[in-house]
């Protein structure tokens, strides 16, 4: 059996679309909390895969920095040591954060079914278009693509939305992981947020959410087969200059 550690930030966040894949590719899960947790379970080198999940958190605001710090610094490591990571939301954040890039406020948050634009033939996000390159989105953050990364996806604020780096890291602005229901429980617990759109949301999760749904599932899938097969291939086009991060 593989072995992936899940960092999550709040509680009650769930792999949602992420769990098909990750039992058909023999992974069990554990789990770590960087907020409340010091220690990880175990050193970043010895997992088969990361998942970062999101946060209510914002990437280097005050309060959170030493926690942040502290997971991306293991999240350095696990990459040193090619240990593949999907990063999401708060966890694309931080790991553009690591690689130089600054996240910032969005003039208007992003919340809802929203339409990216892939960056290129890349083929990494290709399955979107069975949604017509619509996610799930629910951020305030968004930021530029990092030095030395791959950008796979712009938003319609041309902010990036999903990147690769060292055929490894899948970063995605956007929530890969989120089903219907998922979304909808956010939506109930952001009501003040969201005062005025519910009925719009709600409608247009209910009409492009399974479409969505199917189509994460599938980039997922299809990614975690390239790094659990070492077939990855995304070819950095954002610059010659990149981060570095010392290898074993």
Known sequence: MRQALVLIHDFGDTLGNLTGGL????FV????????????PRPAETWDLL???????????????HWQQREIGFLEQAIAHGVPVLA??????LIAMMLGASPRPLTQPEIGPFPVR???PDGALEALEASRFHVFQWHQYGFECPPGATPLAFGPDGM????GFRNRVLATQFHIEATREIFEGWMLENLPRIEGRLQTLHDEVRDLG???????RTVFADWLARVVCGQATYKSSCGEAGHEIASP
């Open 29 to 40: 899960c554990s789990y770590w909390n960087p907020v409340l947790q010091i220690t990880p």
């Open 160 to 163: 990036c939305a999903a990147f």
């Open 118 to 120: 892939p960056a290129g």
């Open 88 to 93: 999401i939301c708060l966890g694309a954040q």
């Open 23 to 26: 039992l058909d590719r023999r």
């Open 51 to 65: 998942i970062v999940l999101g946060g209510a958190a914002h990437p280097g605001a005050s309060g959170t920095r």
């Open 210 to 216: 399974p479409a969505i749904e199917r189509a994460c």
